[in-house]
């Protein structure tokens, strides 16, 4: 068995090969914060032996964020430097790719005031609205993976040993963290390429098949979800501007594609908490008509779920369906992660916001009003929640009426 070092290294390895697939010549951003500097590191090393013209690390510090949330003016809070957001765009316009490193504790901001949070979110994404762009329409290769924080592992492994809880939680999530991704695999990367075959299959499938609508039923969710005209599933990897086929994810077990934006009706209960911005909500509803959202309830973070739906318009619709089998290794840690990159690859899930342009065909071609004739939602954000469970059905309705079983008690029925 390989030693944490090796094992971090091997992970490392994957985040640039698998995930980002640097190419030489790129240059690398890594995001990350200052407690995962052992990781960017080994990453920043292994970018420049794959040929990187440079490394450009963004360090961040949540700690110093929970400060400014509690303590800035809140003019502050609406400021975004300009000469950042350009560099960053700078960079993607000459070709960078982009390494997440995620490390975050899901409580952090359970005191703060979700207005202040919200105001500071939503300042940030306009800001770098270009930016994200080149990263969420695929146009430059990019990978988020995560690193365990002890106040997240203590929150995933509550019952971890006394003595020395928080070590020891920590251990067990670089744990999961290494099998969910296949890093201790003998040879992940032979492991990744058969797992990304595999969801070609079912992209296969569901390409042919061009299902008019989706119907999902469990307990508290009827709801049915057309799919926009000429809709793409997208799962595992994609093809930047360049061509150089990437897997934004390390766990990624989705594929998904965009739904109609008026064309959700009914209920959706969730079956997993979700971490928003270091708030929490659980157990809650969505109820729609004509795509948008007109009801909601949460028995926790009711106030968050509400600035979340605020946002702005898009907001109040959903921009992405995702299909995950209740039996997938994520899924099969039987853990609640409350980390949206691993518990959205442990279930079916909805995205509220921004629509993906590659889930139609040729959509990166097509202008904003364009896309949004074809029932594209847009928005500032996006925003993933699971709503799958061993106890989902779901039916893919054909065009001609035709219902086909495509989930039983939450697995492939295909
Ligand atoms: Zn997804
Ligand atoms: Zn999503």
């Known amino acids: 068995m390989d030693s944490f070092p090796a094992k971090l290294e091997k992970y490392a390895e994957l985040a640039l090969t698998i995930g980002v697939n640097l190419q030489p010549g790129q240059t690398l951003i890594i995001n990350a914060p200052i407690t995962a500097a052992q990781l960017v590191r080994l990453a920043a090393q292994k970018a420049y032996e794959l040929g990187a013209k440079n490394v450009y690390v963004e360090w961040g510090d949540e700690l110093l964020s929970l400060i400014a949330y509690q303590y800035a003016p809140l003019e502050t809070l609406k400021e975004f430097p300009a000469w950042k957001a350009q560099g960053f765009q700078e960079m993607a316009k000459n070709g960078a790719a982009l390494l997440s490193i995620q490390a975050s504790n899901p409580d952090l901001l359970k005191d703060v005031d979700p207005e202040r949070v919200a105001v500071s979110n939503k300042t940030r994404a306009e800001a770098l609205e270009e930016f994200n762009q080149y990263v969420r329409n695929g146009i430059m290769n990019w990978a988020i993976v995560s690193h365990p924080t002890p106040e997240w592992a203590a929150k995933v492994f509550p019952d971890a040993d006394a003595a020395n809880p928080q070590e020891n939680a920590v251990d067990l999530l670089w744990d999961k963290i290494f099998s969910v991704t296949r890093t201790d695999q003998p040879d992940p990367i032979a492991a990744w390429q058969e797992h990304i075959a595999g969801l070609q299959e079912k992209l296969d499938v569901l390409n042919r098949k061009k299902y008019k609508q989706l119907h999902y039923r469990g307990p508290g969710t ?132 921004a629509a993906y342009p590659f889930n139609l065909q040729e959509g990166t071609m097509l202008t904003k009003d364009q896309l949004i004739e074809r029932g594209a939602n847009m928005s500032l954000m996006h925003v993933d929640f699971m709503i799958g469970s061993s106890e989902l059905d779901i039916d893919g309705v054909t065009a001609d009426g035709q219902r086909e079983p495509l989930f039983r008690k939450g697995n492939w029925a295909i």
């Open 222 to 353: 009827n709801l049915t979800v057309e799919l926009a005209d000429g809709h793409l599933w997208v799962g595992g990897g994609l093809r930047n501007k360049q061509g150089t086929f990437f897997v934004p994810n390390l766990p990624t077990e989705e594929v998904f594609t965009m739904p109609r934006k008026e064309g959700v009706n009914g209920t959706a209960r969730s079956t997993k908490p979700l971490n928003y911005g270091g708030n929490l909500i659980d157990n809650f509803t969505f109820t729609f008509e004509k795509g948008k959202i007109v009801s909601f309830t949460a028995d926790t973070g009711y106030e968050t779920l509400r600035k979340l739906i605020e946002t702005d318009e898009g907001a109040h619709y959903l921009g992405e369906v995702a299909l995950v089998p209740h039996y997938s290794p994520v899924s099969d840690t039987n853990l609640i992660f409350y980390n949206t990159l691993f518990d959205e690859n442990a279930s079916c899930h909805l995205a509220i916001g």
